[in-house]
């Protein structure tokens, strides 16, 4: 009996990756590459060689700047694959990043930076005619949730005490418009995927944006006295659930990317 495999690779192939920006300086990604082609039953295994040859080969090619998007270079190592592996009819590979994004904080304005994990991934399956080609690109991203089922109990024992000691309504709806009520809050770990034809370009900053936007408040790697009291009051003026988060990227993802 032939048996068909669909997935003969190498895992975590670990390389630099140098992307071109117009205008701007190159990002540099360090990188753990995933690589697969199926094999036919009539074959007794792959030539795994060619997978490191084929991911140089593009990798040289984003340094001279013929590959300027991190999902492009993942689509031409998927396409690629294809022309070397001749028995192969589908090709998979998926590349894991860390990015270094520049972040200012909100008061002091001082410089920070902060890492990102960035998923990109691309299908190539042989046709006819030309190969047809799916890309995704993703990011996940740290944020910090506070949650509105606790601030909610905390405002209603707030409320019964100002009442207690006479103070107005109408200062009491004043001063909860001002001062958002403690809750209990925590990290969170965003994640979002697009995916798209092989012609279509997503902005990873986009990415990066929506997830920071859909939390209760982004996080920093260093905070001074006053940018410490602005990300707790921006997250408690903005309680949200994970759920609410998720519904969220949900939205911006649909008004960003028709």
Request: proline share 3%; charged share 30%; glycine share 6%.
């Amino acid at each position: 009996m032939r048996i068909n495999l669909t997935r003969v690779g190498v895992k975590n192939v670990k390389k630099l990756v140098e992307v071109h920006r117009e205008g701007k300086r190159p990002v540099i990604f360090i990188s753990n590459f995933d690589v697969y082609v199926d094999l036919p039953g009539s074959l007794k295994g792959a030539n795994l060689s060619r997978n490191f040859e084929v991911i140089d080969e593009v990798l040289q090619q984003a340094i001279d700047g013929e590959v300027n998007e991190i999902e492009n270079l993942c689509s031409v190592v998927a396409r690629k694959l294809l022309d070397r592996h001749e028995y192969a009819d589908r090709t998979e590979v998926f590349m894991r990043s860390e990015f270094m994004v520049k972040r200012e904080t909100p008061i002091s304005k001082t410089a920070c930076h902060e890492v990102v994990k960035v998923h990109a991934r691309a299908i190539a399956r042989r046709t006819f005619r030309a190969p047809i080609v799916r890309k995704s690109i993703g990011a996940e991203v740290t944020g910090m949730t506070a949650c509105p089922c606790a601030q909610n109990i905390m405002k209603e024992r707030a409320m019964r005490v100002l009442e207690g000691i006479d103070i107005p309504k109408d200062k009491i709806d004043a001063f909860f418009a001002e001062v958002p009520m403690a809750t209990h809050n925590q990290r969170g770990k965003g994640f979002l995927c697009i995916e798209t034809d092989d012609d279509q370009h997503v902005d990873l900053s986009r990415v990066i944006y929506i997830l920071k936007e859909s939390m209760s408040s982004g996080i920093y790697e260093l905070l001074k006295r006053g940018d410490e009291g602005a990300v707790v009051l921006a997250a408690h003026k903005n309680p949200r659930f994970v759920e609410d988060c998720v519904r969220e990227m949900a939205r911006k993802v649909l008004a960003e990317f028709e």
